[in-house]
């Protein structure tokens, strides 16, 4: 018989005594299965009892098995109180043995209850007080409802919990175990150690070790990996609970009896509670509350959960988006708020790839990688071990290529809704501009090649708080050139191209198009994504008086652009057909402004000549008519016109020849306006026609 029968044998046997005391003799004689029970008993049973009992005075010289020491500690917590011992070993009697219920309700009428406690001990009739005291000490092992009356005689049970902790077991709670995770300190085996934000994990943990009754850890980027570090350094077991699931529509109407279910298993199991996923959706149930509103929900949630967790001196962490306090009935000695920086800097990037690169073997530059991902320490965990399941899936792709599909793919948060992603093929080289706007151009690479140097080694960041973006502005007319070469910049620099849906940012509703900018700037930034607005004139344009609410708020927004792009770290480029329609104060702010013309004879040659592959088969081109003749046409009309006259000639099974090419340049001037066609304007070639 283990220690726990026993327990249980003895409990039955006061009831029997009790019960021949007021004149009921053999009242097991009608329960067969507790009378065969009841027969196993033996002295040495009940001699180990007595001995383990009177050891809950803390002396160590008896060698006690798990069952009794978790015994011992549950009685300790109910202060070893004599009364709570014969609540306990009813309770546990009840669901070992669901004959003993029939039992006492046969002869009681009712089951266990505090009255029955009471009446073992000998205590008839209890203070109204004292019941409650007790109730609330019960409530360590039982589910109490306060709404019975009397309270004594309201019914008692122990949870599945209870006695699985009492058999020597660890498993969480059946009630929970659907949304809790159980975080232990040797679980930090098999976790990168905490490269970054080392200082505030450490004064967190020293924090509750010292007293603190919660801490709150606010900002971004690895809240539940520094959560765990903090239950590290108190060599505590941790609950993480996403505090939604506790109010979700299944259990929110037993929400008293599931925190008392929670309370319990970590006073039994001695261990703290993480309550995570406190964001203002939550709070607010995705509506729009004034503050007011706001606070009181918060104060329900401070009374209905967190204030019961407290007095219970379990430790808490509470985990939210905003920074302000959760919890104003506690003092600045037992309450302490941990920030997280809601961005790394690149000397804390370099520490965070570091240490990523030496736990995970990467094959990846430390220096290259936090000087093009500008991710704080979850979003850079996250896309690592990503990259770490799928690089064997994947084999033929180039890691760097799968690394940044990968970031774009996590990061997305919305950004797929405000532009597109392009991996631009395209090099400088293959752009056709004049030797002074090829310099521009090669600056504009240079200085976002070198911007970790001189910003970091040389230490100038300190005296650049803000405006290092590197800023290109790309004007002229249509066709000139300028989306290509912002792809070109992109593929130079190996970096995507995110090309913002302008139709998609501006929104007719107030603060909306900041919101859809911002989504857009965050994305371009923690990816090191250029950041390209085409026909920026709708969103940088210049500023009008204020005639009515609608021009407020559209210089409402040019403010926030100005502002925005001043704070941006990353690579933005504009284009627009007229630079005079850009605002001027962005132009003052715009690093490097480039202005293209209509291509002159030489670039147009230039242009026709890189169209001509030698794996196109073709007959002879006569390139200097095609690029003196045809003076109005623009890069993009030569590269369309090439491309209709390559599909006429192989439409035809012929290889490309003049004839192709004078039949689609007669299409184009036919379809453009500006140019008035006649059969003179093809010159020599005109009887190919």
């Known amino acids: 018989m283990t220690f726990l029968e026993t327990v249980i044998c003895l409990i039955i046997l006061r009831c029997d005594g009790y019960l021949s005391s007021i004149g009921t003799d053999n009242s097991l004689e009608r329960f067969p299965v507790l009378s065969k029970f009841i027969d196993g008993l033996e002295d040495s049973y009940i ?3 007595s001995l383990v009992t009177s050891n809950a005075d803390g002396d160590k010289q008896t060698e006690l098995y798990e069952e009794e020491k978790r015994y011992l500690r549950l009685l300790s ?13 009813l309770c546990m009697a009840v669901f070992v043995f669901p004959e003993f219920d029939a039992y006492l309700t046969h002869y009681f009428g009712y089951s266990v209850n505090m009255h029955l406690a009471f009446l073992l001990e000998g205590i008839g009739f209890p203070a109204e007080e004292l019941v409650i005291e007790k109730l609330e000490t019960a409530e360590t092992i039982c589910n109490v409802d306060r709404s019975s009356y009397p309270l004594q005689y309201a019914p008692l049970s122990i949870d599945e919990k209870v006695y699985i902790y009492l058999s020597g077991k660890d498993h969480i709670n059946p009630r929970l175990e659907r949304f ?36 709150q850890i606010c900002g971004r980027g690895g809240r539940r990996f520094a959560a765990k570090h903090i239950a590290s350094g108190l060599k505590k077991e941790f609950l993480f609970i996403n505090i939604a699931d506790l109010f979700s529509v299944k259990v929110r109407k037993d929400l008293q009896g599931l925190r008392s279910v929670l309370t319990r298993e970590a006073e039994l199991d001695n261990a703290g509670i993480c309550l995570y996923g406190i964001t203002d959706n939550f709070l607010t149930g995705g509506v729009r509350v004034d503050d007011k509103r706001k606070r009181q929900d918060l104060e329900m949630l401070e009374n209905m959960l967190f204030i019961p967790i407290i007095k219970k001196d379990i430790p808490l962490i509470l985990i939210s988006d905003d920074p302000a306090m959760l ?48 991710l ?35 990061l997305d948060d919305g950004a797929q809704e405000t532009g597109r992603v392009i991996y631009p093929a395209v090099r400088l080289d293959d752009v056709k501009v004049k030797s002074d706007i090829r310099g521009i151009l090669n600056d504009v690479v240079n200085s976002v090649k070198a911007s970790s140097t001189i910003l970091d080694s040389w230490g100038l960041r300190g005296n650049y708080p803000y405006g290092r973006c590197v800023s290109l502005l790309l004007s002229g007319p249509p066709g000139t050139g300028k989306t290509m070469t912002a792809n070109a910049i992109a593929g130079e620099l190996k970096l995507p191209l995110y090309q913002v849906n302008l139709s998609n940012i501006v929104d007719k509703y107030i603060g909306e198009t900041e919101k859809n900018l911002e989504k857009a700037f ?88 890189s169209c001509i592959k030698d794996s196109i088969p073709h007959d002879e081109v006569d390139v200097s008519y095609l690029a003196s003749q045809f003076d109005k046409f623009t890069g993009s009309i030569i590269k369309t016109v090439f491309l209709n006259a390559c599909a006429f000639a192989a439409g035809r099974g012929e290889n490309l020849g003049m004839k192709h090419l004078v039949h689609a340049i007669k299409q184009e001037l036919e379809k453009t306006s500006s140019v008035t066609f006649t059969i003179d304007t093809l010159g020599k070639y005109a009887y190919l026609l």
Do not use: C
Request: hydrophobic share 35%; charged share 35%.
């Open 47 to 49: 001699k180990r009892w």
């Open 77 to 89: 917590l109910m202060d070893n109180d004599s009364v709570m011992q014969s609540l306990l070993d």
């Open 180 to 215: 809790t995770n159980k975080y232990r300190p040797e679980d930090i085996s098999g976790e990168n150690r905490p490269f970054v934000n080392e200082e505030i994990i450490k004064k967190g943990a020293d924090f509750l070790a010292s007293g603190g009754r919660v801490l």
């Open 327 to 374: 919890i104003r009935s506690l003092t600045e000695r037992e309450y302490r708020i941990a920030e997280l920086p809601a961005k790394l800097d690149y000397s804390s990037r370099l520490k965070l790839w570091k240490g990523f690169k030496k736990f995970y073997k990467l094959g990846f530059s430390p220096e290259d990688m936090a000087d093009r991902y500008h």
């Open 376 to 410: 704080n320490a979850s979003e850079s965990a996250g896309v690592i071990k990503s990259f770490l399941d799928r690089r064997e899936e994947e084999k033929t792709t180039p890691e760097d290529d799968l690394f940044t599909r990968i970031s774009m793919e996590r």
């Open 522 to 609: 965050t994305f371009a930034e923690k990816t090191n994504t250029i950041l390209f607005f085409d026909e920026a004139d709708s969103l940088f344009g210049v500023r009008s008086e204020v005639h009515d609410s609608k021009d407020r708020y559209a210089n409402t927004e040019i403010s926030y652009l100005l502002q925005r792009i001043e704070a941006y770290d990353g690579i933005v480029i504009m284009a627009t057909n007229i630079k005079g329609n850009i605002d001027p104060a962005f132009i003052r702010r715009i690093r490097y402004v480039v202005n293209f013309e209509n291509p002159d004879e030489e670039l147009r040659r230039e242009i026709w000549e």
